[in-house]
């Protein structure tokens, strides 16, 4: 597609089950990113892909959260045992090689940890 | 680590008022500074850029100085238009150079 998509654009889900986040960069972008945006506040790194590796994940805010990257193309993020301090619009961005080139931004899905 | 600071919202401004949107920045080291733009119901995306001091990024009017006196980004448009409601996130390079860290968004609000 012609920009960043990720999937579902909505997801609300019960305290406790896992959920799984979807991402599909830009063709040919070897940078991928995700940040997550809590209600009246910025956004928060969360990982950082180059290719399928993860060389900064210090944003994940505990062991419940993980990343995966494949094929150089796809991310998926996990969050397992969700709570409902989980709630946020989770934001993906990807860029052609690193952050001085533009990162652009899918529209993000907005998790609902009921 | 590498931090910034953006001016509470939201502004709200007639057409064609003059716009400056305060960003200050805690850094080690030569980030680079950016502001990036979120039009209703749209994504984020890139405004201007700057990526040494005294570089001036501009795009559609807008424009802001890398200013490492002041340790400042301030965004400024002479004549803002109803178009330009939006939140504007300033933002700039971590010390690792891995991602960008975000301020926490500024709402312009533009009546005609």
């Known amino acids: 597609g012609a920009g960043v998509s990720q999937s579902p654009s909505n997801k609300v889900t019960e305290k406790g089950k896992d959920v799984e986040l979807r991402c599909d960069p830009i063709s040919g972008h070897t940078a991928l990113y995700w940040y997550r945006q809590r209600l009246g506040q910025g956004l928060e790194f969360l990982i950082y892909?180059?290719?399928?590796?993860?060389?900064?994940k210090s944003g994940l805010p505990s062991d419940r959260f993980s990343a995966e990257r494949t094929g150089e193309s796809v991310s998926t993020l996990t969050i397992q045992r969700t709570q409902q301090e989980d709630s946020a619009v989770y934001l993906c961005?990807?860029?052609?090689?690193?952050?001085?080139?533009?990162?652009?931004f899918g529209q993000g899905t907005r998790l609902t940890v009921v | 680590g590498n931090s910034v600071t953006q001016m509470e919202g939201p502004v709200t401004l007639s057409e064609e008022a003059f716009l400056t949107i305060n960003c200050t920045y805690t850094?080690?080291?030569?980030?680079?500074l950016f502001w990036y733009v979120q039009y209703p119901g749209e994504g984020l995306q890139l405004l201007l850029k700057?990526?040494?001091?005294?570089d001036k990024g501009s795009n559609k009017g807008f424009e802001a100085t890398y200013r490492k006196e002041t340790t400042s980004f301030h965004l400024e448009k002479g004549s803002v238009q109803v178009s330009d409601s939006a939140v504007y996130f300033c933002a700039l390079t971590n010390q690792a150079g891995t991602a960008l860290i975000f301020g926490k968004g500024t709402t312009l609000s533009v009546s005609s």
């Open positions: 961005a990807s860029s052609a090689q690193t952050l001085n080139t533009e990162a652009f």
């Open positions: 850094a080690t080291g030569y980030p680079s």
């Open positions: 700057a990526t040494k001091a005294d």
């Open positions: 892909f180059q290719g399928n590796s993860a060389p900064d």
